[in-house]
Nanobody
Framework: QEQFVESGGGSVKPGGSLKLSCTAS????????MAWYRQGPQNQRNRVAS???????HYAESVKGRFTISRDNAKRTSYLEMNNLKPEEKGVYCC????????WGQGTQVTVSS
């Protein structure tokens, strides 16, 4: 069964940047679409970005122009680059296959605070 491990979180000030990584346990290039989610205080997950193997990307309106999703199939890794972070964007960031989700991983914590 596929598993994803997220990393790269941390604590930054408003306006700061982070680059998150999500590494798959198995082959990655067969995963049609990957997505990143932000988990809020009540454990709700909101999708912030997604991509496809055909290069189509989609972003939540609030992060457009600041977040970039990308992937490296050879490294079995998806990335989420986040710039100009806002305090309300703190939370646990998780990744998963969009079409056939795997069990959720631990995620990586992002804190945005002055």
């Amino acid at each position: 069964q596929e598993q994803f491990v997220e990393s790269g979180g941390g604590s930054v000030k408003p306006g700061g940047s982070l680059k998150l990584s999500c590494t798959a346990s198995r082959s990655f290039d067969s995963i049609f679409s990957m997505a990143w989610y932000r988990q809020g205080p009540q454990n709700q997950r909101n999708r912030v970005a997604s991509d496809t193997t055909t290069g189509i990307t989609h972003y939540a309106e609030s992060v457009k122009g600041r977040f970039t999703i990308s992937r490296d199939n050879a490294k079995r890794t998806s990335y989420l680059e986040m710039n100009n972070l806002k305090p309300e964007e703190k939370g646990v960031y998780c990744c998963n296959s969009l079409v056939i989700p795997a069990p959720w991983g631990q995620g990586t914590q992002v804190t945005v605070s002055s």
